[in-house]
T-cell receptor
């Protein structure tokens, strides 16, 4: 099955710093999503981005499907950005909807 | 509205108890999912319902029994659980499961403790 690798596994930032999180996947995908899991466990949708570039406020994401990677950029980080960031993909073809998650990047933003 | 709701938020149950987790969405989605997440691990798929029919069962023990009464509701019935079943149980939905837009939306989860 498809493999999803995220890096770095842990990241500590000072408030106001910028960061880039990476997601590599081993095969063609039909869906790629970035999530932020807050300390209470809620998975918050950040981006649905099987290809291309999207921006939402201080966050942006780029997926280069032909090279099998996606990047999540966080600018001017805030303490509320702390949590775990997951990348998740759907295999193509043949998927029946089961998202395959990477192991996540745990981000800690210090004031 | 992209909301998926789950009840209860927390559940403590003994190994001989029977309980149910509930999930609801009103986005008109036709695919619904149960995931299990252990501490410091990513979510893992348990079941997929597509058009109210079970389409994926990821070799989940029979002490977990899913049910999809209608297109908006998803239940997970629990019976004779083990302490290792303690985890965060997440429900998700998406417009479809087999084609078109796959974006999945997750509920807040039920944190289950088995004593």
């Amino acid at each position: 099955g498809i493999q999803v690798e995220q890096s770095p596994p842990d990241l500590i930032l000072q408030e106001g710093a910028n960061s880039t999180l990476r997601c590599n996947f081993s095969d063609s995908v039909n869906n790629l999503q970035w999530f932020h899991q807050n300390p209470w466990g809620q998975l918050i949708n950040l981006f649905y981005i099987p290809s291309g570039t999207k921006q939402n406020g201080r966050l942006s994401a780029t997926t280069v499907a032909t090279e099998r990677y996606s990047l999540l950029y966080i600018s001017s980080s805030q303490t509320t950005d702390s949590g775990v960031y997951f990348c998740a993909v759907l295999e193509w073809p043949g998927s029946q909807g089961n998202l395959i998650f990477g192991k996540g990047t745990k981000l800690s933003v210090k004031p | 509205d992209t909301e998926v709701t789950q009840t209860p938020k927390h559940l403590v149950m003994g190994m001989t108890n029977k309980k149910s987790l509930k999930c609801e969405q009103h986005m008109g989605h036709r695919a619904m999912y149960w995931y299990k997440q252990k501490a410091k691990k990513p979510p893992e798929l348990m079941f997929v319902y597509s058009y109210e029919k079970l389409s994926i069962n990821e070799s989940v023990p029979s002490r977990f029994s899913p049910e999809c009464p209608n297109s908006s509701l998803l239940n997970l019935h629990l019976h004779a659980l083990q302490p290792e079943d303690s985890a965060l149980y997440l429900c998700a939905s998406s417009p479809t499961a087999g084609g078109g837009t796959y974006e999945q939306y997750f509920g807040p989860g039920t944190r289950l403790t088995v004593t």
